[in-house]
């Protein structure tokens, strides 16, 4: 009888590690890895990891690079939703994994496996993430977590894989980074205590530059378009454009609190030069083109969107809608930002846009009215007073007047 075929998410860490050598030799499976690349590898980190697959004994390995699926199905709506978790946080990783499992999926599919792994602990959010997206698009394939379910240590991984022959580096870092083309998220024994914070050190991208410099963000029915006048077609490039020019003044550090979708408390660091600036220089030009109540919907869709993203529900079929009413939203949104970069920091200068609303006929705020007199204002004050004018009459009326 033939093997049964299992595709696992593979990293080249220690755990997918484990994973390859205990489906093959305690299973019996026959092991296909494959990394979903969202813009985090290099085109030699890949090289390594596919060559650990092929020593560990994997029957193949695919590197499917699905950057351009992530800008298209994610990111795009991220910007046009202006969405930061907790008003802090890009969603950086967690928004990857969503299509980090489809991609596995749906090439566990393509090759007829009977069964799809992962690496994820059951201490975490990815666990959740990966499992859903695996039953929601393929409940016919059986889900195997080798990690999570044995409650394995590292010392026994990495004796285990030493007596089944495969010898390699597998100290453990420091730090832990996870990179990707919208952030990279820190963890370390600082991220595990309340009142600590993360060391210089500890930042993939460290301090550059220095004094100030000017840059421009252009954008067309919200999405990137031109970075210092230079335009691009490809989004992906845009954003690496921006993150190359940010990273080196050392901007978009931050630590992430929030809940996890297992009901803990969980704690990160990260830097996200490229999405912070973008974002900001975003909601900026929206306050300049967008009416109020445009602006007030879009803030309350845009932060539903961002956590069920966060929490495992892209596939959940109102997210479609909520990315309706962001693109449309989007029509008006183009124009140019300037913003001015110094260490670890940055200021918004201004907007430049054909659809600015403070380009008006209408009057120019605290300065002159055009397009009403003074007589219109007071009546119109007058008949907005009434309501509060009712309410304060009836209360002194009965003794209780605030």
Same mark, same amino acid.
């Given at each position: 009888?033939?093997?049964?075929?299992?595709?696992?998410?593979?990293?080249?860490?220690?755990?997918?590690?484990?994973?390859?050598?205990?489906?093959?030799?305690?299973?019996?499976?026959?092991?296909?890895?494959?990394?979903?690349?969202?813009?985090?590898?290099?085109?030699?980190?890949?090289?390594?990891?596919?060559?650990?697959?092929?020593?560990?004994?994997?029957?193949?390995?695919?590197?499917?690079?699905?950057?351009?699926?992530?800008?298209?199905?994610?990111?795009?709506?991220?910007?046009?939703?202006?969405?930061?978790?907790?008003?802090?946080?890009?969603?950086?990783?967690?928004?990857?994994?969503?299509?980090?499992?489809?991609?596995?999926? &749906?090439?566990?599919?393509?090759?007829?496996?009977?069964? *799809?792994?992962?690496?994820?602990?059951?201490?975490?959010?990815?666990?959740?993430?990966?499992?859903?997206?695996?039953?929601?698009?393929?409940?016919?394939?059986?889900?195997?977590?080798?990690?999570?379910?044995?409650?394995?240590?590292?010392?026994?991984?990495?004796?285990?894989?030493?007596?089944?022959?495969?010898?390699?580096?597998?100290?453990?870092?420091?730090?832990?980074?996870?990179?990707?083309?919208?952030?990279?998220?820190?963890?370390?024994?600082?991220?595990?205590?309340?009142?600590?914070?993360?060391?210089?050190?500890?930042?993939?991208?460290?301090?550059?530059?220095?004094?100030?410099?000017?840059?421009?963000?252009?954008?067309?029915?919200?999405?990137?378009?031109?970075?210092?006048?230079?335009?691009?077609?490809?989004?992906?490039?845009?954003?690496? &454009? *921006?993150?190359?020019?940010?990273?080196?003044?050392?901007?978009?550090?931050?630590?992430?609190?929030?809940?996890?979708?297992?009901?803990?408390?969980?704690?990160?660091?990260?830097?996200?030069?490229?999405?912070?600036?973008?974002?900001?220089?975003?909601?900026?030009?929206?306050?300049?083109?967008?009416?109020?109540?445009?602006?007030?919907?879009?803030?309350?869709?845009?932060?539903?969107?961002?956590?069920?993203?966060?929490?495992?529900?892209?596939?959940?079929?109102?997210?479609?809608?909520?990315?309706?009413?962001?693109?449309?939203?989007?029509?008006?949104?183009?124009?140019?930002?300037?913003?001015?970069?110094?260490?670890?920091?940055?200021?918004?200068?201004?907007?430049?846009?054909?659809?600015?609303?403070?380009?008006?006929?209408?009057?120019?705020?605290?300065?002159?009215?055009?397009?009403?007199?003074?007589?219109?204002?007071?009546?119109?004050?007058?008949?907005?007073?009434?309501?509060?004018?009712?309410?304060?009459?009836?209360?002194?009326?009965?003794?209780?007047?605030?």
């Amino acid at each position: 009888m033939s093997k049964k075929k299992v595709v696992l998410a593979f990293s080249g860490g220690l755990d997918t590690s484990f994973a390859v050598k205990y489906l093959t030799e305690d299973l019996g499976y026959e092991v296909h890895t494959a990394i979903a690349n969202t813009g985090g590898f290099t085109d030699e980190e890949l090289e390594v990891i596919a060559d650990k697959a092929k020593r560990l004994g994997a029957a193949s390995h695919a590197s499917l690079d699905i950057t351009k699926d992530y800008y298209d199905r994610s990111i795009r709506y991220m910007v046009a939703g202006n969405v930061l978790r907790n008003g802090t946080y890009p969603i950086s990783v967690s928004s990857e994994r969503i299509f980090q499992a489809i991609a596995i999926i &749906e090439y566990a599919k393509k090759i007829g496996a009977d069964a *799809v792994a992962h690496g994820s602990t059951g201490a975490g959010n990815d666990q959740v993430r990966f499992d859903l997206t695996f039953q929601i698009l393929a409940p016919e394939i059986e889900i195997i977590t080798p990690t999570r379910d044995m409650t394995l240590t590292r010392e026994y991984e990495i004796n285990y894989l030493r007596d089944h022959g495969y010898v390699a580096d597998f100290t453990k870092m420091e730090y832990s980074i996870n990179k990707g083309l919208w952030g990279t998220s820190i963890g370390g024994k600082e991220t595990l205590h309340s009142e600590q914070t993360l060391p210089e050190n500890a930042y993939p991208s460290q301090l550059e530059a220095s004094g100030e410099e000017d840059i421009t963000i252009s954008f067309e029915q919200g999405e990137i378009s031109a970075v210092n006048g230079k335009p691009f077609a490809d989004k992906v490039e845009a954003i690496r &454009e *921006v993150e190359r020019l940010g990273a080196r003044y050392a901007i978009g550090r931050d630590m992430h609190i929030g809940d996890t979708i297992i009901g803990i408390k969980g704690r990160v660091g990260f830097e996200a030069a490229g999405p912070m600036l973008i974002i900001a220089a975003h909601k900026m030009l929206e306050k300049h083109t967008l009416t109020k109540w445009q602006q007030y919907w879009k803030d309350q869709v845009g932060t539903w969107y961002g956590m069920f993203l966060h929490e495992a529900q892209y596939l959940e079929p109102v997210m479609r809608d909520i990315e309706a009413m962001l693109l449309s939203s989007q029509r008006n949104v183009s124009g140019t930002v300037t913003i001015r970069l110094r260490p670890y920091g940055y200021t918004l200068v201004g907007v430049d846009s054909p659809f600015d609303l403070m380009k008006t006929d209408f009057g120019e705020y605290g300065e002159v009215n055009k397009a009403w007199s003074a007589d219109d204002v007071k009546g119109f004050t007058k008949i907005l007073g009434n309501q509060m004018k009712i309410y304060h009459n009836v209360q002194r009326r009965n003794g209780k007047d605030e």
